[in-house]
């Protein structure tokens, strides 16, 4: 959304603190459709500048995508973005669709969506996905999980998503937190230890 804000310096000191070893990742970063903040060739053009910093660097990507997604693939198939991979953040696709992008090397991450009792695709999604290729999240202080709904997101609420992920595959809580955490890790490199 503040893609229009973007300037050389932003670049330059984006690159000078993914230096630091607490750095595990770069992002979030992508494209937002909804809000019409930002024309869509500017955030196009500093979302792919931000790709190849990511590639520069050598760190994975977060990527944000609202009401962008042919775009958003198009993007990291035309700067090779599988060479560094990253993290779907709150996807909110299709099963097709995850399909396509772990094809890129990112995986899917879940959030509070998962569980609200009308969201088919995420529940969809939390079906289909490998379990290796997937994370959970909260995105505090949005998308709350159901009970809490319409209420201040917090990263406590990250139980209720992996509990619904366990519920919709039919397998422990325990299951999928020691997996997702362990997913986590691997892309994140020990989360900057």
């Known amino acids: 959304m503040d893609a229009i804000d973007f300037t050389d310096e932003y670049y330059d000191w984006i690159k000078e603190l993914s230096k630091h070893p607490k750095i595990v990742a770069i992002g ?8 019409d903040k930002s024309p869509k060739d500017i955030q196009k053009e500093v979302f792919k500048r931000q790709i190849q910093l990511a590639k520069e660097v050598n ?17 990291l198939k035309s700067e090779n973005a599988h060479e560094v991979g990253g993290v779907m953040h709150s996807f909110s696709g299709s099963p097709e669709t995850c399909d396509e992008v772990l094809k ?5 991450s879940l959030g509070g969506p998962v569980t609200f ?10 079906q289909h996905v490998p379990l290796d290729k997937l994370i959970v ?41 020691e997996q997702t955490t362990k997913n986590a890790e691997q892309l994140f490199g020990g989360l900057g230890k």
């Open 28 to 35: 979030e970063m992508g494209l937002d459709y909804h809000w």
């Open 59 to 75: 760190l994975p990507i977060v990527i944000h995508n609202r009401e962008a997604t042919a775009d958003v693939i198009e993007i």
């Open 104 to 108: 890129l090397n990112f995986i899917i």
């Open 117 to 126: 009792k009308n969201a088919k695709q995420p529940k969809a999604v939390a």
């Open 137 to 177: 999240e909260t995105d505090a202080p949005y998308l709350t999980p159901h009970p809490y709904r319409g209420k201040r997101n917090e990263p406590m609420h990250v139980k209720l998503v992996a509990e619904e992920i366990a519920n919709l595959r039919g397998i422990s809580y325990e299951e999928v937190a």
